[in-house]
């Protein structure tokens, strides 16, 4: 199996500690969270990750090599990631991918216990996309999705695109790890990344993209509810110091 490791931001929120150093390499508890990530897809069966690079791509290279601890590591390049956004990033890392298998999608700024990643994956069989969530609490913000009674997502809601009457209590924040099948990646989530980065320049957020998608197709991303299992996004400082919390 193969994942897709987004990695090319600059995390300007989590400066001065991004300044010389990139977000990924930043430490919870001693760990660079990019350890973390390739750790926890190693133990799960993974056997190869593309590594969407841009700011300080050499840094990650050098660090990080082609072959981790026995996990095969390949690189994608977004070199205007300056202006561009995940959209770009991910429809990079897409082109690196084997066409005929399912592929994991994270972001490189969670940081996450390794059970979360084996009950994503326990639904791959059955589903054709899946997202891995968390029930609305007070430290948690950032995209938010509804879900439908059979829990597939209905609306995927960026946290710039929120209304003012935005109810945040009833909606499941999203963990930024997911699972799509071949079929959903060669049918329907390569022509609409295209068709964004077409439009907007690679300048949106893979969210938006997503958010047409569940739009447009009825049942098609399946919600996998967290009841267990520690995670943080880390953006800024003070996520950085909530995540040194949760996982003490």
């Given at each position: 199996?193969?994942?897709?490791?987004?990695?090319?931001?600059?995390?300007?929120?989590?400066?001065?500690?991004?300044?010389?150093?990139?977000?990924?390499?930043?430490?919870?508890?001693?760990?660079?969270?990019?350890?973390?990530?390739?750790?926890?897809?190693?133990?799960?069966?993974?056997?190869?990750?593309?590594?969407?690079?841009?700011?300080?791509?050499?840094?990650?290279?050098?660090?990080?090599?082609?072959?981790?601890?026995?996990?095969n590591i390949r690189y994608a390049h977004n070199n205007d990631y300056e202006n561009t956004n995940t959209s770009?990033?991910?429809?990079?890392?897409?082109?690196?991918?084997?066409?005929?298998?399912?592929?994991?999608?994270?972001?490189?700024?969670?940081?996450?216990?390794?059970?979360?990643?084996?009950?994503?994956?326990?639904?791959k069989s059955t589903e054709i996309a899946a997202t891995v969530l968390e029930r609305y609490n007070a430290h948690?913000?950032?995209?938010?999705?509804?879900?439908?009674?059979?829990?597939?997502v209905t609306d995927w809601i960026h946290k710039s695109a929120r209304s003012q009457d935005f109810v945040i209590?009833?909606?499941?924040?999203?963990?930024?790890?997911?699972?799509?099948?071949?079929?959903?990646?060669?049918?329907?989530?390569?022509?609409?990344?295209?068709?964004?980065?077409?439009?907007?320049?690679?300048?949106?957020?893979?969210?938006?993209?997503?958010?047409?998608?569940?739009?447009?197709?009825?049942?098609?991303?399946?919600?996998?509810?967290?009841?267990?299992?520690?995670?943080?996004?880390?953006?800024?400082?003070?996520?950085?110091?909530?995540?040194?919390?949760?996982?003490?």
């Amino acid at each position: 199996m193969q994942a897709i490791v987004l990695v090319a931001g600059k995390g300007t929120r989590l400066r001065p500690l991004t300044q010389h150093t990139h977000k990924c390499l930043t430490k919870v508890r001693g760990v660079p969270i990019l350890y973390n990530t390739l750790n926890n897809l190693k133990k799960c069966g993974v056997q190869e990750v593309i590594l969407v690079v841009g700011y300080l791509a050499e840094q990650i290279q050098h660090d990080i090599g082609e072959n981790w601890h026995g996990l095969n590591i390949r690189y994608a390049h977004n070199n205007d990631y300056e202006n561009t956004n995940t959209s770009a990033s991910l429809l990079s890392g897409l082109k690196y991918r084997n066409p005929d298998v399912g592929c994991l999608v994270l972001e490189g700024d969670v940081f996450f216990e390794e059970e979360i990643l084996r009950k994503l994956l326990h639904t791959k069989s059955t589903e054709i996309a899946a997202t891995v969530l968390e029930r609305y609490n007070a430290h948690l913000d950032g995209t938010f999705v509804e879900l439908s009674p059979q829990n597939y997502v209905t609306d995927w809601i960026h946290k710039s695109a929120r209304s003012q009457d935005f109810v945040i209590e009833d909606k499941y924040k999203t963990v930024n790890i997911h699972y799509f099948s071949s079929n959903f990646i060669n049918e329907i989530l390569q022509q609409e990344l295209l068709a964004s980065v077409k439009e907007y320049a690679g300048s949106e957020a893979m969210e938006f993209v997503l958010q047409r998608i569940v739009k447009k197709y009825n049942s098609l991303i399946k919600g996998i509810i967290l009841e267990k299992g520690k995670w943080f996004e880390i953006d800024d400082i003070f996520d950085l110091k909530m995540a040194e919390k949760i996982f003490e």
